[in-house]
Structure formats: structure tokens, C-alpha cells
């Protein structure tokens, strides 16, 4: 198996579980403990854990872009408010929208007033809290269920024919280099198909995130029209990714 497949295992398994052991990776993986240990340190090194005597806990997890499988993830709850609010100034009835999965989009959804609007997402949570507001139609693509998310090659196919007026993305993080990331590689393909299926793209960013580099870069910066983000971002570090030709909006 080689690394990157091997970093991505040991997310999922984080992910899934929180806590795991050099151990427990080892025999899974069928490699040594050390090849462990230095993949948990280049982990580490991307914040993405923290190695602790023995194994590994997963490291901030809320953003991953992705939930818990048990509840949805409530931390920086205001910041969150922040970015969905920014959102919301920019969703007109009778849009054809994108909310990709994850907590802050979830934000979005929640404060969606029930009115005619066409939402595409793979997010359960997403479609829990829309399937009730009936003036919304929901349009859901196929695939198989990861965590809370529905994924594989038949939810891009259904994507990639779709016309999207607005998609919202999430990220683990955005990068002046790498761009936008993430890090695991099941999701990648379905980020890419809902940007190219979309006349305008936004990023729903959390402050923290940027200048953090995950595993897998699914967009380039200028990919994207707009980074939508809370209060919390520095002048200086905005300014940074204002000067590469995106837009970054604050409250």
C-alpha cells in the first residue's frame, strides 16, 4: 500500500473511532510499527492529529468537512452563524443551489427559509433538515453511504449533468499553494464534479482554516469565486489571498 492510501486509512480509521494505536494500525495496514509512527508524524506535522504515547487522536476534528456518523458537530457554533448568514445574502429564490457536506453548510440549510429553491446535497444531515421545508426541492444524488455522506462514481455521473446556478463547498482547509483540501480521496470526485457542474462557486471557510493543507487538493484557488468566512480571519491573512484574485468576505 503506498503512503498516501496508507494516510488515508489512518484518517478514516481516526475518524471513525478518534483514538487508535500504532498497534492496531500496524496490523491493518500490514506494515511496520515504525513506517506507523513516521506516517503518524507527517500526519501530525499537517495538523491533522496528535500522536500521543502509543497511537494517535484525531486532531480538530470538526474541520474535516465532514460529521461525526452519531450527531452533527457543534463547535465554533458562532463562527459558523457568521459564514451562513454571509451565505444566505447570496441565495435568491428560485436558485439552483449546491450545499456540500459539512457542519457549516449544515448552518446554511438550517436558516434556508422554506421557499421555492432547488438544493443539491449529499450531506444526510443536510437532507434530514430540508426534507421538511416542502416548497424546497431536494435533489439527491445516488452513491453508497460514507459516514454521513452519500459518495462514489454514481453521485458525480448524477452531478456532472446538472446546471447549478450556486455550489457551496467545504474544505479541511485553503492554502495560497495547494488550494483547497481535504483529506481523504473518497470525496475529491464529487467536489470536482458539483465545481464544474456550477456557474459560481463559493467557499464556506472557517477562519482557522486557511493556510492549512490537507492530503488531497480537490480545487485550485482561482477555481472558486468567493471564499465566504467568519470573523475571526486576520486583515493580513486575508489580504494574502485577496492579492491571488479571490474575494474574501467577512461579517
Known sequence: MNPLRRYETIMEVLLAQKEVTVN??????QVTGKTIREDLAKLEEKGLLIRIHGGALLAQSDQLGILSAKEPNIKHADKK???????????????????????????????????????????????????????????????????????????????????????????????????FTIYTNDLVEYKRALISSSATVYGVIDHFKFGQCALRTFASLSEVAMILTDSGLTEETAQQFRETGIQIETR
Open 24 to 29: 492496531e494500525l500496524s496490523e491493518r495496514l
Open 81 to 179: 452563524s457568521e459564514i451562513a448568514s454571509l451565505a444566505l445574502r447570496y441565495i435568491q429564490p428560485r436558485d439552483i443551489i449546491a450545499l456540500d457536506g459539512g457542519s457549516t453548510t449544515l448552518e446554511i440549510a438550517r436558516r434556508l427559509d422554506n421557499q421555492a429553491l432547488t438544493v443539491v446535497t449529499n450531506d444526510l444531515y443536510i437532507i434530514s433538515e430540508l426534507v421538511h421545508k416542502d416548497e424546497i426541492r431536494l435533489v439527491v444524488p445516488g452513491g453508497y453511504r460514507l459516514r454521513n455522506m452519500l459518495a462514489g462514481p454514481e453521485a458525480v455521473d448524477y452531478v456532472r449533468g446538472l446546471n447549478i446556478q450556486k455550489s457551496f463547498i467545504s474544505a479541511t482547509g485553503v492554502h495560497l499553494q495547494h488550494g
